[in-house]
């Protein structure tokens, strides 16, 4: 059961933090409880937010179940007639003061993403201004919600579209990006006049909590943004409540492949919208053509960025007979000269920890079931004496498509590299798995170039880049990476139900 808290004292009522993270984090935006139709309520039980870096608590939130989650419904839905009403410059305006809030917030925000999620403070300065910049975007977006007009064959009629809220919608978030992967889908959702109840991943709640805290000083209407932290004992409970309950009308997911198939099933019984964001494998191929010295930065930045744990990270490299062992050996000496591992608040480090010790396991099996194979270690390739959860900057080579490696998803530092001779060859490899998010590739051939753009079975692709997501631009993926795309102009259609209405007898 729960109870409501006043607004002050939250922390005194509910906090326990160790020393060490007190003196890191910003005490003004640090939140323990669940925070529902306006107000910050209390568990009776909580579960323990760690810091991956050293495995220290840093905080102990509230654990929400079954109760706190329908009351979090009710509030999203007592909101929501109220919500979609309101005109839409006045909901862009609310969700411009939240964008300034986290800008006049950034370091502070940021420091709360390294301590619960490990990735250095510059990188987790990079993800709030990303992050930011979708309530920016979605502010604007609001005012630009079009229906049409349709000419039909009969006189005395005439064809309208509306676009309309879809309504409630259960939003659940995983920990690799603790801030964007919410505000990618409440901005979109909040723009198009819909409410939310969002359930963050276990490991990362202090940034939903925190976003919570300035959508209140923002004036965002009670219940409209409502979040709800919980273990990850008490996930399936409440997801289940989260993607079954009739008052949901949409529910918007962001993580593994399983876990969405599952999210899949609930939803099919009471037939709600769907947006899935899931797993992926991303290629990375490098054709003789490439310029190698750009393809070696663009590797870098594409495998390496929050430890390898992003959902469009390469997972494997594919080069070509004629420039492959140049490029593993530019590529080795970068790995080298750039990549530091440590703890993400000490200055110059680029590789935190991964986010659990489970991580550091999958990727120790990755290296190890390719290395049996056959695979050449050329940097890195065991846990690094940092701390439990930190693995080294790995490259292999001699790598094929049978490995593990070159099938699954790692998430994690491991660059494995396959040769290849022909571009149908490298296709053949990149396509042969069943999900398709993110793929890159360098060449300096035109007619390749479009080939291969056209060819990738994924949702996007970046030529000569490394780097390519925008708050501008649509992301999403196709096969078993999920369903709708989110940001760009396309990601609020997600959020509006199209209504035809037939006006007749004129
Ligand atoms: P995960 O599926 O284990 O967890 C994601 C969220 O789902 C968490 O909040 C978790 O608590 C919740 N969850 C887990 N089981 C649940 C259940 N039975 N019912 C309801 N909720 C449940 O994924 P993860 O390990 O946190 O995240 C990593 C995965 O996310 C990777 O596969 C990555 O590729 C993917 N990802 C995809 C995108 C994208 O945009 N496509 C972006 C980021 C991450």
């Known amino acids: 059961m729960f109870s409501r808290l006043p607004f002050s ?26 925070y529902v139709g306006g107000s910050w309520i209390r568990s009776s039980d909580t579960f323990p937010v760690l810091d991956p870096a050293t495995g220290t608590e840093l905080l102990q939130v509230a654990d929400c179940g079954p109760s706190e989650c329908r009351e979090a419904l009710k509030a999203a839905s007592g909101a929501f007639q109220a919500w979609k009403e309101v005109p839409s410059k006045e909901r862009s305006n609310l969700l411009r003061k939240w964008y300034d809030l986290m800008i006049q917030n950034k370091e502070d925000l940021a420091k709360i993403i390294t301590a619960e999620n ?5 990188e987790a300065l990079g993800e709030i201004i990303y992050a930011a910049g979708f309530l920016e975007w979605f502010s604007e977006e609001a005012r630009r919600i079009y229906g049409d007009v349709i000419s039909v064959p009969l006189k005395d009629r005439r064809a309208l579209v509306l676009k309309q809220p879809v309504g409630v919608t259960a939003i659940i978030t995983p920990w690799n990006f603790p801030s964007a992967m919410i505000t990618r889908k409440v901005g979109a959702a909040l723009a198009a006049g819909c409410t939310v109840v969002v359930k963050p991943a276990e490991d990362t709640p202090l940034s939903a909590l925190a976003l919570a805290e300035l959508a209140h000083q923002a004036g965002i209407p009670a219940g409209v943004y409502n979040v709800l932290p919980c273990s990850r004992q008490k996930a399936p409970s409440v997801g289940e409540i989260l993607c079954t309950d009739p008052s949901v009308a949409k529910i918007s997911f962001t993580g593994s492949t399983a876990t969405g198939k599952i999210l899949l099933r609930y939803a099919a019984d009471t037939v709600k919208r769907v947006s899935m964001e899931l797993g992926g ?11 190698v010295d750009k393809a070696v930065a663009g590797a870098l930045a594409s ?10 990270c390469t997972n494997k490299f594919l080069v070509q007979k004629g420039i492959h062992d140049v490029f593993v050996k530019k590529l080795s000496v970068m790995m080298k000269k750039e990549l530091r591992v440590g703890n993400g608040f000490e200055d110059g480090v680029t590789q935190g920890p991964l986010i659990n010790e489970k991580a550091v396991e999958k990727v120790e099996h990755h290296v190890q079931d390719a290395v049996s194979q056959g695979a050449n270690i050329e940097v890195g390739g065991k846990r690094s004496g940092v701390g439990k959860n930190f693995f080294e900057p ?26 290849f001779d022909t571009e149908e060859e490298a296709l053949a490899i990149a396509n042969s798995v069943n999900v398709g998010l993110a793929g890159y590739f360098y060449s300096q051939d035109p007619a390749q170039i479009w080939r291969v753009a056209e060819r990738l079975e994924v949702g996007m692709v970046g030529v000569n880049e490394g780097l390519l997501s925008s708050v501008e631009c649509p992301f999403g993926g196709v096969k078993q990476s999920g369903l709708g795309r989110e940001g760009s102009k396309y990601g609020i259609d997600e959020y509006l139900e199209v209504k035809y209405v037939c006006y007749g007898g004129l």
Not at 9 to 34: D, N
Not at 281 to 291: G, L, W
Request: charged share 15%; net charge positive.
């Open 118 to 122: 490990g990735k250095p403070t510059k």
């Open 303 to 312: 495998k390496f960025r929050n430890s390898g744990q992003t959902c469009v």
């Open 394 to 419: 790995t490259l292999l080579s001699n790598v094929t498509a049978k490995m593990v490696c070159a099938r699954e998803e790692t998430f994690g530092p491991l660059a494995p590299v396959i040769k």
């Open 281 to 291: 494998h991303a290629p990375f191929i490098v054709f003789d053509s490439a310029d």
């Open 9 to 34: 004292g939250i922390l005194s009522l509910s906090c326990r933090m160790s020393s060490t993270s007190a003196s890191v984090l910003p005490t003004s935006l640090l939140r323990s409880t669940a």
